[in-house]
């Protein structure tokens, strides 16, 4: 148990559907992250949002739509996916403003897109 | 941006041998950290050494950072620590972890 929990945990939707996957960490840490990990490829930054302000987007695609309501969860909107998007979704969240930048991982979202 | 390399890419270990993974990056850091992920994809947090020696029961890490560089030693290897290691770093300009593609472990009892 990291402190960090993701939901849903395995999820299959079609081409068509509409989903959200959710994340919320009970560090009292004020930076969040979601990562792709994709099979025989590193994993991928995705966004990063820093006291509930987006910082980073690399360069994803429009179809995933991050929302970070209050600096304790984070959600990760889909929609019309294609089948190249599954994958396993993970959840971060780290200090910005501590020594430690350590970051600490969700046990992530296995996506598949029929 | 930063490149982050990792060796050996696979591993095979009998139970109870020692090994040695190694982490090399191409710029300075303020966050290195080593992974284990589990085979349920659970990113399991070892260390968090952006420099020095750091040890926690059979595992340790040491971070040269001047080298770029870091080790992760595994003692007395155990069926249990199968799975894939991660080293990641951040960068002086934050905000971003760069994962290296990992070494997969296969510890044979």
């Not at chain 1, 979601?34 to 994803?60: C, D, G, H, I, T």
């Not at chain 1, 929302?67 to 993970?90: K, M, R, W």
């Not at chain 2, 770029?68 to 972890?97: M, P």
């Amino acid at each position: 148990e990291t402190g960090v929990t993701q939901t849903p945990r395995h999820l299959v939707m079609g081409m068509t559907n509409k989903k959200s996957l959710k994340c919320e960490q009970h560090l009292g840490h004020n930076a969040m992250y979601w990562y792709k990990q994709s099979a025989k490829k590193p994993l991928e930054l995705m966004f990063v949002y820093s006291l509930e302000e987006r910082v980073e987007n690399n360069s994803v695609p429009s179809r995933f739509s991050p929302e970070c309501p209050n600096s304790s969860h984070l959600f990760l909107h889909l929609h019309t996916l294609q089948p190249e998007d599954s994958a396993l979704y993970l959840c971060a969240s780290s200090g910005r403003d501590s020594p430690s930048y350590e970051q600490y991982f969700g046990p992530g979202t296995r996506l598949t897109v029929t | 941006g930063i490149q982050v390399e990792q060796s050996p890419p696979d591993l095979i270990l009998q139970e109870g041998a020692n090994s040695t993974l190694r982490c090399n990056f191409s710029d300075s850091v303020n966050n290195l950290q080593w992974f284990h992920q589990n085979p349920w994809g659970q990113l399991i947090n070892l260390f968090y050494i952006p420099s020095g020696t750091k040890q926690n029961g059979r595992l340790s890490a040491t971070t040269v950072a001047t080298e770029r560089y870091s080790l992760l030693y595994i003692s007395s290897s155990q069926t249990t620590d199968s799975g894939v290691y991660f080293c990641a770093v951040e960068d002086w300009h934050g905000n971003k972890l760069v994962f290296g593609a990992g070494t997969i472990l296969r510890v044979k009892s």
